[in-house]
C-alpha cells in the first residue's frame, strides 16, 4: 500500500483518539496475526484441498472504543445496555495468500491438456483493509473487566474498504495462450490492483489475562462485492460455478492492551 495512504490512516487514527477521548470514552489496541483461508476461483468448490492449499497469513493492527469505562477519571460511565455490551473497533490488516488450482480436475491421473494447464496456473492476492466493527458481548463488559481469568464471548459485524493487489500467471508461459491457459480462463485474467468494499462478520472470545490486558481467538468472514480480488473472473454466465465473489475465512489470535 502507499506510504501516503498509510500516513493519511495513522493521521485519522489520531484524530479520531483525540477527539473521541473528549466524549469520555476509553481506549483499547492491540495486534492480531493468523491464518487466512481465501475462497476464490482456483481450485474446486467445498474441497477440502483447495481450502487447506489456498490459505495464507494475515496481520493488523486493532483500536477499540470502550464505552463502558472513563479513562480520564478511572471511574465508569452511566449504566446503560449499550454502554455494558458494545464496543467499536477499528482496523488496519494486511493479508496475502499464494493460490493454485486443487482438487479432482488436476488429479495426478488426469493427463489431458486441460488438467496440465490447470496445474500450471499460480496466483497471489495481497489486500491490505480499513474499516470499523460493531462488537457485541452477550454478558457484561464491566463485570469481565473486573474479573482476571474470565471470558467474554462476541459477534460483531461490519464493513471494510481494502486495497488488493493480484497476480496471475502459468508455469507453461504466458497467460492467453492455447498452451498454457484454459478456455474458461482465456481474457480473464488481471495482475491489475484496485479497491473494494466488503462485509465483515466474525464471532470470538476475549480472555482477561491482567487487569490492563485481555488474550482475544475470533474466527472471520469477509466478503467481497467483486470477483476480481483474486485476479480471475470467468464469465459467470458461461461458467455458473466461478459465478460468487472472492471472500475468506480468517482465524484470528490477538493481544489487546488497556489505555489508560
Known sequence: MPKKIILTIALLFAFSNNALAQFGFSHEVGV?????????DYGERYNFA????????????IHYLNFS?????????????????????????????????????????RTSLFANQLRGMRGSTSVTNIGMQ?????????????????????????????????EAYSTLGPLNTPISTPIKYYNATTNQGGTVWSIVGSVGTRY???????????????YYFSNWVDGLNPDP????ENRANDWNVWLNFGYIYYLQ
Open 32 to 40: 492480531i496475526v493468523g491464518p487466512v483461508a481465501f475462497q476464490s
Open 208 to 222: 482477561k489475562l491482567t487487569e490492563l490486558s485481555d488474550l482475544m481467538v475470533d474466527l472471520r468472514l469477509q
Open 134 to 166: 460493531l462488537e457485541y458481548f452477550p454478558l457484561s463488559i464491566r463485570d469481565f473487566s473486573s474479573t482476571i481469568g474470565a471470558w467474554a464471548p462476541f459477534i460483531s459485524l461490519g464493513g471494510q474498504f481494502s486495497f488488493y493487489d493480484p
Open 237 to 240: 454466465a458461461v461458467y455458473v
Open 50 to 61: 483447495t481450502n487447506a492449499g489456498n490459505t495464507g497469513y494475515g496481520i493488523g493492527l
Open 69 to 109: 469505562y472513563r479513562a480520564e477519571c478511572n471511574c465508569y460511565t452511566p449504566e446503560t445496555y449499550f454502554n455494558d455490551h458494545f464496543k467499536l473497533r477499528s482496523e488496519l490488516s494486511y493479508n496475502k495468500t499464494d493460490l493454485q488450482h486443487f482438487g479432482r480436475w488436476v488429479d495426478p491421473d
